[in-house]
């Protein structure tokens, strides 16, 4: 059986699916990423007001740093695996967030220390920032195909939990309720959780470059047991095939296509909240069909961020957001999703590495989603 093998933020626990047995899979994985890691205490925490309508919601920002970036000709020097290979490579244990609570909102960042953004508009390009909560298990969501009632159940579990982040298609808000605040849903920070930072900047100016983390956090102090967990993870449009890359190329002698996934299955009941597409320079929209129905058109966006240039000169837009989805919606254990990727490499060029050859960056077609559902002791 195929299963969910691409979540968002589970870089520890090689994508995988696992089965957690009787022994704490989760607190040896967060055990070992503390061992593996350097701790990043933050030097700033600043008090904040909660746009929120949700009664007893607080604000914070939380600062880290700093994050050094070498020039990308001398970044793709380094050894080491990358998704990009010119990118500054950080993975950092990061404290000061708030614990035994309930997360509603993270907006994740890069600035500056005059405060102003770390964009690709002045030569950083956020391949992505990745927080993410080492330890806790998340059910298996989704499987390809139909369910089997034949075959025999396992209690899959999926190590760690992706809970904030950012990259070049857009720094909106990773949201665990509504707008709002409203509907009765957030992401459990529990006391022994483990925050980690997996990031990949490229500096495509001819300076090294100092910048920051920023994490603006709207909680709930307090373990609220009426209120619905959350599970984040990510979906590829070709995660269902045979041989499963994230990384895709155009079909040659192809600049504009399209690329569908075969069915997936929900497993476990509950409400789809956030669900957004993450594509690079080159993608112009992403759809999400539930049962045959659109449940998400996540357009892409070009040029709130800057222009970039081709390695024959000319500047084009670089893709600056994807178009998000908020509204909640209720799904069924059985019920089928579809995705939908469109590419247009003439309209939109692709990026150009700056070492190991040169060569177009690659395409990606991720579909990113927010899932709430009951805990094991909800009573509502």
Same mark, same amino acid.
């Given at each position: ?24 899979i989760g607190g040896l994985i967060s055990g070992a990423a503390g061992l593996l890691t350097t701790q990043m205490k933050p030097f700033k925490i600043v008090d904040g007001t909660s746009t929120m309508k949700r009664p007893g919601v607080k604000n914070i920002r939380i600062f ?99 809970f904030g982040g950012s990259a070049a298609d857009g720094t909106q808000p990773a949201l665990f309720t509504s707008p709002d605040g409203t509907f009765n849903s957030g992401y459990f920070l529990g006391k022994n959780s483990k925050v980690m930072l997996s990031a990949e900047l ?58 569908? /996934?075969?069915? $997936?299955?929900?497993?476990? %009941?509950?409400? +789809?909240?956030?669900? #957004?597409? =993450?594509?690079?320079? &080159? @993608? ?51 019920? /089928?999703?579809? $995705?939908?990727?469109?590419? %247009?490499?003439? +309209?939109?060029?692709? #990026?150009? =590495?700056?070492?190991? &050859? @040169? ?22």
């Amino acid at each position: 059986m195929k299963v969910q093998s691409l979540i968002l933020g589970a870089p520890l626990a090689a994508q995988a699916a696992t089965i957690q047995k009787r022994q704490d899979i989760g607190g040896l994985i967060s055990g070992a990423a503390g061992l593996l890691t350097t701790q990043m205490k933050p030097f700033k925490i600043v008090d904040g007001t909660s746009t929120m309508k949700r009664p007893g919601v607080k604000n914070i920002r939380i600062f880290h740093g700093p994050l050094n970036l070498l020039p990308a000709d001398e970044a793709a020097k380094a050894k080491g695996f990358r998704s990009d290979p010119n990118s500054n490579s950080f993975m950092a244990s990061l404290l000061g967030f708030p614990q035994d609570s309930y997360i509603l909102r993270t907006n994740s960042s890069l600035q500056y220390e005059d405060g102003t953004y770390a964009t690709v508009g002045n030569d950083v390009y956020n391949h992505h920032v990745q927080l993410f909560d080492i330890g806790k298990m998340n059910d298996l969501l989704f499987q390809c195909g139909k369910i089997d009632p034949a075959k025999p159940k396992y209690n899959i579990k999926i190590p760690g939990s992706y809970f904030g982040g950012s990259a070049a298609d857009g720094t909106q808000p990773a949201l665990f309720t509504s707008p709002d605040g409203t509907f009765n849903s957030g992401y459990f920070l529990g006391k022994n959780s483990k925050v980690m930072l997996s990031a990949e900047l490229v500096n495509y100016s001819k300076k090294p470059k100092v910048i920051y983390h920023v994490t603006e956090v709207d909680y709930l102090p307090g373990d609220t047991k009426d209120i619905m967990d959350t599970s984040v993870g990510i979906m590829s449009v070709n995660q269902c095939d045979d041989i499963p890359n994230p990384f895709l190329s155009a079909p040659a002698g192809k600049k504009a296509f399209e690329m569908k /996934s075969k069915q $997936i299955t929900i497993l476990k %009941d509950g409400y +789809m909240i956030q669900r #957004r597409g =993450h594509m690079h320079d &080159g @993608g112009t929209g992403m759809l999400l069909k539930v049962n045959g129905k659109l449940a998400c058109d996540s357009k892409a966006q070009y040029g709130a961020q800057g222009m970039f240039k081709t390695h024959d000169g000319k500047e084009y837009p670089a893709l600056s957001g994807m178009h998000e989805c908020n509204d909640p919606i209720e799904v069924k254990k059985g019920d /089928s999703i579809e $995705i939908e990727a469109s590419f %247009d490499l003439d +309209m939109h060029p692709p #990026r150009v =590495h700056a070492g190991h &050859g @040169g060569g177009e960056a690659e395409e990606m077609a991720l579909m990113g989603y927010v899932f709430a559902f009951k805990r094991p002791d909800n009573k509502q």
